[in-house]
C-alpha cells in the first residue's frame, strides 16, 4: 500500500527558505519509472505542479519557480525534500507529494499522479 | 490564467450523465496524454482518469475520459451525491516543459 505524508513549518516569514519532506512507504525511488511529485495549491484556488524527482535523479521543474525550488531524494529513508527559497505571502498554499509513474516510456508527457499525500498548509507571513 | 481551460462550474442531478470539458493547445493536450484528478472539500487530489482514458484501479466505470485534437472531456454517468467535488485537468506542456493543471469545474449535484 502506497502512502506519503508531507511535513515542514506551517509558518514561515517572507524571504525565509521553506523545507518541506515527503516522507513515503509502499514503493522505492530506486524503482525505475517511479517518481515524486510536489504541487500547491493556495486556498480557493486551482493546483499547481512545482516540481518531479524521478528515480534515476533526474527531476523537472516549474519554469516560473525553477530558480527557487530544489529537490532531493534520500533513497534509504524513502524521502523526498523540497526546498523553496525566498519565500512569499503570495506562496501560501497546501503543499502536496505524489507518487507518480509512467504509463508508457519515460517523456514526462506519459507520467501521471497515483497517489497522493494529505498536504500540508504552509503560511507565508512576518 | 491556465494553460488549461475548464467551465468553472457544472451541474447535474442524480442519474444524470455529466460532461465536464478541457481545452489546451497543440503543445500540450494536442501532444500528450491527459489525466483528471478529482478533489472532494478539503481532501487532497485522487487520480480518476490517465491516458486520456484508463481508469485506475478502485475507479468507477461511472467515469470515461475522452480526448480529440486539443480537448479532453471527462464524462460521469449516474451521478451521485458523492460525486459533488472540484475536478482538474492535467497535460504535461511540450513548450513550457512542465505539467499544467486547469482551473478547475465544481461539480454541483443539484
Known amino acids: 500500500q502506497i502512502t506519503l505524508k508531507e511535513s515542514g513549518p506551517t509558518l514561515v516569514k517572507p524571504t525565509q527558505t521553506l523545507t518541506l519532506t515527503c516522507t513515503f512507504s509502499?514503493?522505492?525511488?530506486?524503482?525505475?519509472?517511479?517518481?515524486v511529485g510536489w504541487f500547491r495549491q493556495p486556498p480557493g484556488k486551482a493546483l499547481e505542479w512545482l516540481a518531479l524527482?524521478?528515480?534515476?535523479?533526474?527531476?523537472n521543474y516549474s519554469p516560473s519557480l525553477k530558480s527557487r525550488l530544489t529537490l532531493i531524494k534520500d533513497t534509504s529513508k524513502n524521502q523526498v525534500v523540497l526546498t523553496m527559497t525566498n519565500m512569499d505571502p503570495v506562496d501560501s498554499a497546501t503543499y502536496y507529494c505524489?507518487?507518480?509513474?509512467?504509463?508508457?516510456?519515460?517523456?514526462?508527457?506519459?507520467?501521471?499522479?497515483?497517489?497522493w499525500g494529505r498536504g500540508t498548509l504552509v503560511t507565508v507571513s512576518s | 490564467q491556465s494553460l488549461l481551460s475548464q467551465p468553472p462550474s457544472a451541474s447535474g442531478t442524480p442519474g444524470q450523465r455529466v460532461t465536464i470539458s478541457c481545452y489546451g493547445s497543440?503543445?500540450?493536450?494536442?501532444?500528450?496524454?491527459v489525466s483528471w484528478y478529482l478533489q472532494l472539500p478539503g481532501t487532497a487530489p485522487k487520480l480518476l482518469i490517465y491516458?486520456?482514458?484508463q481508469r485506475p484501479s478502485g475507479v468507477p466505470d461511472r467515469f470515461a475520459g475522452s480526448e480529440s485534437g486539443t480537448s479532453a472531456s471527462l464524462a460521469i454517468s449516474g451521478l451521485q451525491s458523492e460525486d459533488e467535488a472540484d475536478y482538474y485537468c492535467?497535460?504535461?506542456?511540450?513548450?513550457?516543459?512542465?505539467?499544467?493543471f486547469g482551473g478547475g469545474t465544481k461539480l454541483t449535484v443539484l
Open positions: 505524489a507518487h507518480s509513474e509512467t504509463s508508457s516510456g519515460y517523456y514526462p508527457g506519459y507520467w501521471y499522479f497515483g497517489l
Open positions: 509502499g514503493f522505492s525511488l530506486s524503482t525505475s519509472g517511479v517518481g
Open positions: 524527482i524521478y528515480w534515476d535523479d533526474d527531476k
Open positions: 497543440s503543445s500540450n493536450i494536442g501532444s500528450n496524454p
Open positions: 491516458s486520456n482514458t
Open positions: 492535467a497535460a504535461w506542456d511540450d513548450g513550457l516543459n512542465a505539467w499544467v
